[in-house]
């Protein structure tokens, strides 16, 4: 088409010359020359271009003329002019064969290399390795030194239920945790620990102001005080506070619990959320971890605590106080008396404040237990007490909010230092000063104080060091003032 366009423009300036041809002016046919002469340059070129191979979009320029003589618009024009090449019949079938080999190697991959569940799970554990040292202990079949595992605990949790729209989900979670046989042989159990059904009543999608409000059924750690809702790999010292571990309320219980909060108040520049009220309502079996009820009687926990509502700047912030308290019936039998509602109550009262990097944090616990005084052939009241004060002072960026919201590689967490101090003072029986705890085998009211240092490798690892020093009110030949040394590694997953 180019080219008899072309053809024609040359025919009327042609025709046109040859009418002038007899015009006298010089000039007008001096120009008429030098056009002619350009139509015939610009037919050559075109001549050269129709000739060249149809691969790559490429200006060919004469040997006379230069390169820069061409602008990007001229070049542009002649990749258009030229088109795209087209693909053979060999390429489009090593494009399939390269498709189809990468869809079987992933294919392969997720079969052989991925755990697939029907419903979204995650797998998460917590293992703990423990060094103990005591420098005078008189206890029976008790090694002074000895390395031991203090927790491992595996464990999968997700969703059976997602509700997009509104965050009501329907979640679940089951773990399974090693604990020791003091049997004399070298066997372990690998018991149940939370097997438990949760579902959100009110929406979690609608923001951090949107009060909280969900239902648990099953297996679970109970809502009582601070260390016993901490989950293993959260516990801020190497071991747990006395009086909430020996009066069992570290046992997990199975039951029903609602959990929820109101009034949340919300520091959006600092992502801090503080609910003015929590609470806590239930009732479990009260007669401990995998096993069935023993009597018709049910343990009926609550739970409320108040946090003042504070900006994230403010020198109150994550000041805490709350309250705890279980009535619960349990199963008494032996030197012929048996009782299926005997008492065992608990009340606690309990303040937290952690105002990083410093925090403080105290516990009261009360335990009322009825047991069977086998010397009167009674049933008496055991009643226990016990107090938890902890302080800490962390060196480093790591639980901050500033920190915590900044992109990270995944191996990247920044180191923190921990160290804190914990006095622990626990009372099995107020009515009787030499009263022997069947739980701790301990006699009387003793104190621990406990020095300590937590080392954060990253954000799942620590290093622990604990010095605890035992000072007991009754000294016997199997319970002296004595001074333990504990070393801990923890890594979770």
């Known amino acids: 088409m180019k080219k008899t366009s072309l053809n024609l423009a040359v025919a009327l300036i042609l025709s046109a010359t040859s009418q002038l041809s007899f015009a006298s002016d010089a000039g007008l046919q001096k120009q008429l020359s030098s056009l002619k002469q350009q139509i015939e340059s610009l037919q050559q070129r075109l001549n050269a271009v129709e000739g060249q191979p149809q691969t790559k ?10 390169i820069e003589s061409y602008s990007s618009e001229d070049i ?23 498709v189809e080999n990468y869809k079987y190697d992933q294919s392969r991959q997720y079969e052989r290399q991925t755990v697939k569940s029907a419903r979204d799970t995650t ?21 002074k030194s000895t390395f031991d595992v203090g927790t491992a605990l595996l464990g999968v949790r997700g969703n059976l239920f997602k ?5 009501k989900n329907l979640d679940y979670q089951a773990s399974f945790g090693y604990s020791k046989r003091n049997d004399g042989s070298n066997n372990s159990n690998f018991n149940l ?14 923001g951090l102001e949107t009060a909280k409000l969900n239902l648990t059924l099953g297996q679970q750690l109970l809502p009582f005080g601070l260390d016993v809702q901490s989950p293993e790999d959260l516990r801020p010292t190497i071991s747990t506070a006395t009086a909430p571990t020996y009066l069992g309320l570290f046992t997990r219980q199975n039951g029903l619990i609602v959990r929820g909060d109101a009034k949340p108040f919300v520091d959006y520049g600092a992502n801090y959320r503080a609910p003015l009220f929590e609470y806590a309502i239930g009732v479990t079996n009260g007669n401990g971890s995998n096993k069935t009820d023993d009597n018709n009687g049910k343990d009926y926990i609550g739970r409320v605590a108040f946090t003042l509502p504070v900006d994230y700047a403010s020198w109150l912030r994550e000041f805490k106080v709350g309250a705890s308290y279980i009535k619960g019936e349990a199963k008494l039998s032996g030197s012929g008396i048996s009782d299926n509602k005997a008492k065992k109550d608990r009340l606690g009262f309990d303040i937290y404040y952690n105002h990083a990097p410093f925090g403080v944090t105290y516990e009261y616990l009360q335990g009322k237990t009825d047991y069977i005084d086998t010397a009167a052939l ?50 099995p029986n107020k009515n009787q000063k030499d009263y022997l705890d069947s739980a701790s085998g301990r006699i009387g009211e003793y104190d621990i104080h406990s020095l300590g240092l937590n080392l954060f490798f990253a954000q799942t690892t620590k290093f622990q060091l604990q010095l605890n020093h035992y000072i007991y009110d009754i000294e016997a030949a199997a319970q002296k003032d004595s001074n333990e040394l504990q070393a801990q590694f923890q890594y979770t997953f």
């Open 57 to 66: 979009a490429a200006v060919v320029a004469p040997v006379n003329d230069s």
């Open 76 to 98: 542009e024009a002649s990749e258009l002019a030229t088109g795209p090449t087209p693909a053979t019949s060999d390429d489009v079938e090593g494009l399939r064969a390269d």
């Open 123 to 143: 797998l998460f554990g917590t293992v703990q390795l423990r060094a103990n040292l005591q420098d005078n202990n008189t206890a029976p079949n008790t090694p």
């Open 163 to 167: 509700d997009y729209n509104e965050g």
């Open 193 to 206: 620990l939370d097997a438990y059904l949760r579902y959100h009543v009110l929406s979690t999608n609608s």
């Open 378 to 427: 009674a049933v008496k009241e055991a009643k226990a007490e016990g107090h938890t004060f902890t302080a800490f002072y962390t060196l480093g960026d790591q639980f901050y909010n500033s920190i915590k919201s900044n992109a990270k590689f995944d191996d990247f967490w920044p180191k923190s230092i921990q160290g804190y101090y914990r006095y622990d003072s626990y009372n």
